[in-house]
């Protein structure tokens, strides 16, 4: 059953690789919707899920809880959305998971747990402990921003090196002038909160993030690259 949350069906009649889009702290925005349309444009299945259960307080504390520990309800919840997205006649039942901010750091963790064919991070914090994350890890495809407040350079290229050590297929690039963010383009009333933050739109550098991360999903969503995600 899917729950609330953004769809977006490709033209055509399928079957198509899918994408579970996890959205930054502001929640389900028009920004989610047009990340989920612009997959879809691309032949993928985007499905972007609510990580808040209905806006209750109580579950949103509980999905920052889970962003610091890497635990607890949030994570069913996203396997939940897979499940979902897989029960498709339109999916292939291959899915990669896609992350942004808040998103980008739930992707992370999901990604490295056998639960997903690749991993879409967009500048999420990397936890200190990455050797959970490397049990069962999926290829994944990371972008950054060089000026960055929030994901320190030096735990970005620590994931990097991690990431090669366990020769898990990756792209992570560091986009040197981008700050935080960079890839989305909030409208009001989010836009002045995400000023005030340092944090802004670069279009150059987010059409170049968008166009690794369709080559990498075109590469390890076909079936001969996917191993045997876990369920």
Known sequence: ???????????????????????????????????????????????????????????????????????????????????????????????????????????????????????????????KDLDPLLTAPCPVVGSFGGKDTIVPVADVERYREALTAASVPHDIKLYPDAPHGFIQSHGDPYKTMIRVGGMHHVPEDAQDAWTRIFAFLDTHLEPEFVSDPGF
């Not at 349309?37 to 809880?65: D, T, W």
């Not at 998103?103 to 064919?117: S, V």
């Open 1 to 127: 059953m899917m729950r609330k949350g953004h769809l977006s069906v490709p033209s055509g009649a399928g079957p198509f690789p899918g994408v579970i889009v996890l959205h930054d702290a502001f929640g389900l925005t028009g920004d989610v919707a047009r990340q989920c349309a612009h997959l879809a444009a691309n032949g993928y299945l985007a499905y972007a899920p609510s990580l808040y259960e209905g806006g209750n307080p109580r579950c949103v504390k509980q999905v920052f809880q889970g962003a610091l520990k890497g635990t607890g309800p949030v994570f069913d919840r996203i396997a939940e959305a897979r499940g979902a997205l897989t029960a498709r006649d339109d999916c292939t039942g291959y899915v990669a998971v896609a992350g942004f901010c808040l998103g980008g750091q739930f992707a992370l963790i999901a990604g490295g747990r056998g639960l997903f064919d690749a991993a879409v991070v967009n500048y999420g914090l990397v936890p």
